[in-house]
């Protein structure tokens, strides 16, 4: 019942970037707003960044200006640019509905080393 399938994560120097892209498995996404969570072992899962169905955009303070979401809904799929890692960056990467909640997907790692 996995709806998104999460890739692009990967091994990373601050300051460098990443692209990482998530899949829906239906056409319910383009009715949706998407969004893009992390979660570090131990702690709790964070919305980083979200988009809505026209494209409005929102980012948690701690990536603001230096993530950017995008979508394409003829593909059903979501993407995140992420630019200037920081180690503290480093988690697992999901994507989910934020206000309809479904099943998480296996996420993506996301590694920013020092």
């Known amino acids: 019942q996995v709806h998104f399938r999460e890739s692009g994560g990967g091994l990373v120097q601050a300051g460098g970037s990443l692209r990482l892209s998530c899949v829906a498995s239906?056409?319910?996404?383009?009715?949706?707003?998407v969004g893009w969570y992390r979660q570090v072992p131990g702690e709790e899962r964070e919305l980083v960044a979200r988009?809505?169905?026209?494209?409005?955009?929102t980012y948690a303070d701690s990536v603001q200006g230096r993530f950017t979401i995008s979508r394409d809904n003829a593909k059903w799929t979501a993407s995140l640019q992420m630019n200037t890692l920081k180690t503290e960056d480093t988690a697992v990467y999901y994507c989910?509905?934020?206000?309809?909640?479904?099943?998480w997907g296996q996420g993506t790692q996301v590694t920013v080393s020092s």
């Open positions: 988009i809505s169905r026209d494209g409005d955009t």
């Open positions: 239906g056409r319910t996404f383009i009715t949706k707003t």
């Open positions: 989910n509905y934020p206000f309809a909640v479904t099943w």
